[in-house]
């Protein structure tokens, strides 16, 4: 007899209220990841968020704080965001995977990222598309390849479509791929890379309606 494969939609309540996704998340255990990680981290921002933004995983930063983006690619984030003239405050950021994946180096208590697998960001995936449901977002924005193919497949590369507005599939919303702002940090040549990270959120914020007044 084949045997079910695991994922969050148990875990995950028929509901379109943030405040009730984010509780049931915490006790999720749709994949294996719960058991090391420190606790769930769930998205982050209002629940009429003109854009979602989703990264791959939560980081160390992250796991411990149980909030999305709040150490130094966040705060890069952030700063990126201002200068591409996409209001923050109306930005919703979440992650693939919920749960902080990780191996100790050999010495010490560091913890070092480890990129989630196929079966662990597709388990995930019911809790992202509650939260699409939820924001209703005009544009979904992706942050490395990770999240990008949580919902674009596994065959979308960032590497061909990168900056470029896509119709988001069975939703009524445009979609953007770029880097996730970790990797301009890692850049040798950081400016630049920087420089091309706000150009690709740029291009985003042209998909954005005019706010009515």
Not at 97 to 111: D, L, P, T, Y
Not at 136 to 157: D, H, I, K, M, W
Not at 167 to 195: F, G, I, N, W
Request: hydrophobic share 40%; aromatic share 6%; glycine share 6%.
């Amino acid at each position: 007899m084949a045997t079910r494969t695991q994922d969050a939609s148990e875990f995950v309540p028929d509901t379109r209220e943030l405040s009730r996704l984010r509780s049931a998340a915490a006790t999720c255990r749709g994949c294996g990841l719960y058991r090391d990680a420190t606790q769930t981290v769930f998205g982050d921002g209002p629940g009429n968020a003109r854009v979602l933004m989703v990264g791959e995983q939560p980081g160390d930063y992250e796991d411990r704080a149980g909030e999305p983006f709040v150490g130094p690619a966040g705060r890069l984030l952030d700063r990126a965001l201002a200068e591409s003239a996409i209001d923050r405050e109306q930005v919703y950021v979440t992650n693939a995977v919920k749960h902080f994946k990780f191996v100790r180096a050999e010495r010490g208590k560091q913890r070092i990222h480890k990129k989630p697998s196929r079966t662990e960001i597709v388990a995930c995936r019911p809790w992202l598309l509650a939260e699409l449901d939820a924001t209703r977002p005009e544009l979904v924005v992706f942050l490395g390849a990770t999240a990008a193919q949580a919902l674009l497949g596994s065959s979308f590369r960032v590497t061909r479509e990168r900056g470029n507005l896509l119709d988001l599939p069975e939703r009524p919303a445009k979609a953007l791929a770029t880097v996730h702002p970790s990797s301009v940090l890692r850049a040798p040549d950081r400016q630049a890379a920087y420089a091309d990270f706000v150009a690709d959120l740029r291009v985003a914020a042209t998909a954005l309606e005019p706010a009515k007044p």
